[in-house]
Nanobody, 120 residues
Framework: QVQLVESGGGLVQAGGSLRLSCAAS????????MGWYRQAPGKQRELVAT???????NYADSVKGRFTISRDNAKNTVYLQMNSLKPEDTAVYYC??????????????WGQGTQVTVSS
């Protein structure tokens, strides 16, 4: 079993910054692709950013140039640095990781979500 624990959400004014973290623990053999999604009230969950095991990144157009995804493989942790935040960034942010477990199965896991609220 693998657990993902997110941290770093909160309330910030427009133009401010937050850094989200998501640490994985448990029966991990290797961490593969990792990413962040978000879901605003009344909307579908949407992709924010992903990063491969080799460090290749992909971003939603709405966050390009403002958000940066990174990972620390030694800590099994993925980060999302969010700068120049806008009220429309307000959402619950979820991390997700594709993990090869110690029994060599490959599974997708999700964090519990962390609230990010940007005031205008």
């Amino acid at each position: 079993q693998v657990q993902l624990v997110e941290s770093g959400g909160g309330l910030v004014q427009a133009g401010g910054s937050l850094r989200l973290s998501c640490a994985a623990s448990g029966s991990i053999f290797s961490m593969n692709a990792m990413g962040w999604y978000r879901q605003a009230p009344g909307k579908q969950r949407e992709l924010v950013a992903t990063i491969t095991s080799g460090g290749r990144t992909n971003y939603a157009d709405s966050v390009k140039g403002r958000f940066t995804i990174s990972r620390d493989n030694a800590k099994n942790t993925v980060y999302l640095q969010m700068n120049s935040l806008k009220p429309e960034d307000t959402a619950v942010y979820y991390c997700t990781c594709r993990v090869t477990t110690t029994n060599l199965g490959e599974y997708d896991y999700w964090g519990q979500g962390t609230q990010v609220t940007v005031s205008s």
